[in-house]
Each structure stands twice: as C-alpha cells, then as structure tokens.
C-alpha cells in the first residue's frame, strides 16, 4: 500500500520556533517532526478513508512489555475494546525491516491486535495475524 502524503489538509502552527500539528485524536497540537508527519497521514487515512471513528482510535498508546513501559504509535480498537489494529509510524528515512517488524511483534504479545501496520511513508507494510502467522496485505480494512 501507498501512503496517500499530501491528500490531507492539517492544522499546523509555529510555537516556540517549531511546528506543531493538530492531533486528531489527542485534540491537542504536537511537535510536527518527521515520524509525526507519518503519524497524522495514517490517522487522517484511518479515520478519513477507513472510516474508523476518532474514539476508537489512540495515538502514543502507552503498554508495558517485559516490565518496561513503552508506546505504540497508533492503536485502534474495536467496538468491544479489544485492540484490533498497531500501527508503527518511522520518519521516511528509517528502513521498514526485520528491527520494527520485531518492534510491533513485542507490542503485539501485550496488546494481542489481529492487523499490523507499519510506515515509513515511503513504505508500508500491511499484515494480519492468521493462527500465529504473519500474512501480508494489501490495505487495512474498512470499519464495520
């Protein structure tokens, strides 16, 4: 899947000599840096495109892995609370390989998600939980 760049229309500010964007979901702006670029593009794309309602969706969704407390860039969950989706957000710069395959693999064994989602903006993968197997893709599905 491509990354629709560019599609979207995001409120952005300066505030102290820095960028911020307006985070949907956390309704609040943040430091507007190359992997939170990413982020707001796959929100926008998640909630605009895939229909997944704001509620459902949490941005820098804080877990604990192996005693040591961590945070997934994007979880969406489903109408009963159970995650259903991580996604990983990297700058454009950082290669999608086997290190943040590994990365959502270890979230994934506290949050216990059906689809995973990584994104470069360049590059995104797409893959699905199928009895302990990973198997690519190629979008995320629509809210239903």
Known sequence: MTLPLGKYHFQIRERAGKNEVFDLCR????????????????????????SYPTGLVKTEHGIQVNETNKRSDI??????????????CKASKVKIDFTTIEQI????????????????????????????????????????
Do not use: W
Not at 27 to 50: G, W
Not at 121 to 138: F, P, S, W
């Open 105 to 144: 693999m270890t979230y994934n064994q506290t949050l216990q998600a059906k689809y995973f989602v990584l994104s470069n903006g360049v590059t995104t993968l797409i893959a699905t939980n199928d009895a302990g197997k990973l198997i690519e893709i190629q979008d995320i599905p629509n809210y239903q």
């Open 27 to 50: 309704k609040s702006f943040v430091i507007l840096t190359p992997e939170e670029f990413v982020r707001q593009h796959l929100l926008h794309y998640l909630i605009l495109d895939k």
């Open 75 to 88: 979880v969406v969950f489903d109408k009963e609370g159970h995650v259903s989706i991580i996604c990983e």
